[in-house]
T-cell receptor
Framework: AQKVTQAQTEISVVEKEDVTLDCVYETRDTTYYLFWYKQPPSGELVFLIRRNSFDEQNEISGRYSWNFQKSTSSFNFTITASQVVDSAVYFC?????????????FGQGTTLQVKP | EPEVTQTPSHQVTQMGQEVILRCVPISNHLYFYWYRQILGQKVEFLVS????????KSEIFDDQFSVERPDGSNFTLKIRSTKLEDSAMYFC???????????FGDGTRLSIL
């Protein structure tokens, strides 16, 4: 079965704090792709990052970084020095290599509130 | 930067009425999708469309739903006889191919009264 679990329903931090959003995935496929999307209060879904199962290198983009660990089936997302504009729902998602259609399987999402 | 556009942004419909949600995917994309997000819940896959036919559909996508690509640019989702539980945000997405990221429209909020 393919599944994405985001155990943290809501996180609240004060501006400038670092915060990590957890994502654990399940798949039997050896080839798969992991994604993070951001959903700000305005409601749209914004693509943040894609990672394939053969590339375990961590990635940093400005204040954002991602830690992919196949050994624990996790793809965690860290925001350094959080800002109020980071307040949003963040979704982790999976596409399995056996999918002919490339449909995304989403986690439940983590609501991040950054307070000034 | 090209984007997926959806219309209308908000649709209010009486239960039992038909509704058509419209999407214009990114022009060079080949794969098209509809997803649904009930308020406060996760985003759920409804249907994928490639080469002018449905390639996969979820259990949610029953006989009340249909999709169409009537011309080279539009991609529509029709719900024939809406129910209260169809109230949700509906997202259209497209991707160019391979396992490239899907790009989402801003969504249509469907409210069934």
């Amino acid at each position: 079965a393919q599944k994405v679990t985001q155990a943290q329903t809501e996180i609240s931090v004060v501006e400038k704090e670092d915060v990590t959003l957890d994502c654990v995935y399940e798949t039997r496929d050896t080839t798969y792709y992991l994604f993070w999307y951001k959903q700000p209060p305005s409601g749209e879904l914004v693509f943040l990052i894609r990672r394939n199962s053969f590339d375990e290198q961590n990635e940093i983009s400005g204040r954002y970084s991602w830690n992919f660990q196949k050994s624990t089936s996790s793809f965690n997302f860290t925001i350094t020095a959080s800002q109020v504009v980071d307040s949003a729902v963040y979704f982790c998602a999976l596409i399995t290599g056996s999918s002919n259609t490339g449909k995304l399987i989403f986690g439940q999402g983590t609501t991040l509130q950054v307070k000034p | 930067e090209p984007e997926v556009t959806q219309t209308p942004s908000h649709q209010v419909t009486q239960m039992g009425q038909e509704v058509i949600l419209r999407c214009v995917p990114i022009s060079n994309h080949l794969y098209f999708y509809w997803y649904r997000q009930i308020l406060g819940q996760k985003v759920e896959f409804l249907v994928s469309f490639y080469n002018n036919e449905i390639s996969e559909k979820s259990e949610i996508f029953d006989d009340q739903f249909s999709v169409e690509r009537p011309d080279g640019s539009n991609f529509t989702l029709k719900i024939r006889s809406t129910k209260l539980e169809d109230s949700a945000m509906y997202f259209c997405a497209s991707r160019v191919g391979g396992f490239q990221p899907q790009h989402f429209g801003d969504g249509t909020r469907l409210s069934i009264l």
